[in-house]
């Protein structure tokens, strides 16, 4: 199974910006489908952020932070990224990276937290 280590998370103004980093190791990545966030804001569920396939390069946001947050990966260095900008309060929440390999259940990583706060 893969191990997944989320980075990036902090404290930010709204209206600032933040790039999460999700480094993925213990096991070739030929085998995943698709990485990608979901977040869970203090008393609520986890939601779904944003994904991309990870052989074709395809992205999927929530409406929430389409237009704001810009997934993306890289496949040498078996990374993950979320580039977050013009953050809101709302946007407050730990953010989770997940890995969906072809085949067996999804991998999740412990998280990281994003505080967005004047």
């Known amino acids: 199974q893969v191990q997944l280590l989320e980075s990036g998370g902090g404290l930010v103004q709204p209206g600032g910006s933040l790039r999460l980093s999700c480094a993925a190791s213990?096991?070739?990545?030929?085998?995943?489908?698709?990485m990608g966030w979901f977040r869970q804001a203090p008393g609520g569920r986890r939601d779904f952020v944003a994904e991309?396939?990870?052989?074709?390069?395809?992205?999927d946001y929530a409406p929430s932070v389409k237009g704001r947050f810009t997934i993306s990966r890289d496949k040498a260095e078996n990374m993950a990224y979320l580039q977050m900008n013009n953050l809101k309060p709302e946007d407050t929440a730990v953010f989770y990276c997940y890995e969906d390999p072809a085949i067996g259940p999804r991998g999740w990583g412990q998280g990281t937290q994003v505080t967005v706060s004047s």
């Open positions: 991309v396939t990870w052989g074709s390069g395809k992205t």
């Open positions: 213990g096991r070739t990545l030929s085998e995943t489908s698709a």
